[in-house]
């Protein structure tokens, strides 16, 4: 097993030094290059990177797979500076160890699959060989904090109560769906333009406070949902929407795809993307055709690409989720420019 110890603070120093350390303890050169982790062919595959989004506020998102045993040992640190949250998305369990040695498994079933500690207790995470972990880590300041809950009495805290009072603490919550899709959208999200950083501050945010308002309410044993049904729907999703000129299948034949039944999977499908799986279908082939007609597509066609024969139903739905026909749009956009951006805020608005 390779085991590698660190010291975590928001500064840059710390990837680098965990780069350092790793390299030390495996015997194989790994660096840090654009902020994302070198790490050789034969140690393993994946991303392993480090974002700051503003002062005393940031992540480490890794989708990973080791091909030796390797244990993280964050070591603490006596100022307790920082708060962390570890997000858990492995279809394979991971091993974390708190500051008194008791065990925590993580992954695969929603429960307890968000760890959260300040940094004046350590911890240590065990990644199995040949396994390919998902996590999102976020990290914020003590500063940081207070500045977002300055409006507050202590008295109304949760679990940052502890934080501001500068007492070291650890424990576990269950990962409900809203936090999975955004933490799946953070570690899935790729940064090619500083704009995009932009949008990731905002789903942490938005993290974040789904934490905060998870942790303040006690989530029904009941509703907790095995992660691999999870991942099998978004999955089949995902290749369903790089189709749209195909018409997607009844929903007893994408349940049966996803191993369950129908009913069971028109729930967690409505709990998953707010929608059921129609009305799904229906706005995404709307959104599919209002980018082709912003770019300059006739509207017959546009409606075609989306299975849609029949023209003049087309322009009705299209009219009932926009607002405005797709003939008017396609105007607009010859004579306005008007941007793809504005466009889908419009169909969310309509739709959600």
């Known amino acids: 097993m390779i085991e590698v110890e660190y010291y975590f603070n928001s500064d840059k120093t710390w ?5 350092n350390s ?18 050789s062919p034969s140690l393993g595959e994946g991303h392993f990177e480090f974002l700051e989004l503003a002062e005393g506020l940031g992540i480490v998102r890794s989708d990973f797979t080791f091909y030796e045993d390797l244990k993280l040992i964050r070591n603490p640190v006596k100022a307790n500076d920082y708060f ?26 929603l429960s307890k699959s968000i760890f959260y500690s300040s940094s004046g207790l350590g911890t240590e ?7 390919r972990i998902k996590r999102v880590l976020i990290y914020a300041s003590r500063s940081w904090i ?12 949760g679990v940052e109560k502890n934080y501001v009072q500068n007492i ?9 769906i809203n936090s999975y899709n955004t933490a799946k959208e953070i570690l899935e999200k790729n940064i090619q333009h500083p704009i995009h950083l932009l949008f990731l501050k905002g789903e942490v945010l938005t993290l974040i406070s789904n934490f905060y308002k998870m942790a303040n309410e006690s989530i029904d044993r009941k509703n907790r949902l095995l992660l691999t049904e999870v991942e099998r729907i978004s999955s089949m999703v995902n290749e369903l929407i790089l189709k749209m000129n195909i018409p997607w299948p009844e929903i007893e034949v994408i349940a049966k795809s996803c191993q369950m039944s129908k009913t069971k999977f028109a729930i967690l499908f409505q709990e998953l993307y707010s929608l059921n799986y129609y009305s799904f279908y229906v706005k995404k082939r709307i959104e599919h055709a209002c980018s082709l007609i912003l770019d300059g597509t006739l509207v017959s066609e546009a ?50």
């Open 15 to 19: 990837f680098i030094d965990f780069a």
């Open 303 to 352: 409606g075609l690409s989306v299975c849609y024969t029949n023209l003049g139903h087309f322009s009705k739905v299209f009219k009932k989720h926009v607002g405005v026909s797709p003939s008017k749009m396609n105007g607009k956009c010859n004579a306005n420019c008007q941007s793809f951006y504005h466009c889908m805020r419009a169909l969310k608005n309509q739709i959600d």
């Open 84 to 109: 962390l949250i570890h997000f858990s998305l492995s279809l394979d369990q991971v091993t974390v160890y708190d500051a008194k040695g008791q065990q925590i498994d993580l992954g695969n079933h």
């Open 168 to 176: 070291p603490f650890q424990s576990t919550y269950n990962l409900d």
């Open 22 to 39: 790793l390299t030390a303890a495996a015997g194989i050169e790994t660096s840090v290059v654009d902020n994302k982790l070198h790490v």
């Open 146 to 157: 207070l500045k977002q809950i300055k409006f507050f009495n202590i008295e109304q805290l």
């Open 125 to 131: 995470v065990l990644f199995p060989r040949n396994k």
